[in-house]
């Protein structure tokens, strides 16, 4: 089994800054990619940001140039700074993980959700 536990959502106002931590923990081999994801008010989860253990990363248009992800592998732990904020940045943020547990099984995990709420 691997946890994730996700931190560092909250309330903030347009322009301004938050920066979510994820951490994974458990049986884990070797964990391949992190991201994030959201899902706002009666819309569907999309993707926010992914990195792969390499460094490699994937950016949604609607973030790009605002939003950072990077990656502690030694942590197993993977942020987003998220800078210039919107309203419609408004979600509830997850992050996930793929990989390996300890097993040699393959994993896909989510954590349990962070909120972020923008204010106009």
């Known amino acids: 089994q691997v946890q994730l536990v996700e931190s560092g959502g909250g309330l903030v106002q347009a322009g301004g800054s938050l920066r979510l931590s994820c951490a994974a923990s458990?049986?884990?081999?070797?964990?391949?990619?992190m991201g994030w994801y959201r899902q706002a008010p009666g819309k569907q989860r999309e993707l926010v940001a992914t990195i792969t253990s390499g460094g490699l990363t994937n950016y949604a248009d609607s973030v790009k140039g605002r939003f950072t992800i990077s990656r502690d592998n030694a942590k197993n732990t993977v942020y987003l700074q998220m800078n210039s904020l919107k309203p419609e940045d408004t979600a509830v943020y997850y992050c996930?993980?793929?990989?390996?547990?300890?097993?040699?099984?393959?994993?896909?995990?989510w954590g349990q959700g962070t909120q972020v709420t923008v204010s106009s």
């Open positions: 458990g049986s884990i081999f070797s964990i391949a990619a």
């Open positions: 996930n993980a793929q990989g390996l547990e300890g097993t040699g099984l393959p994993f896909n995990y």
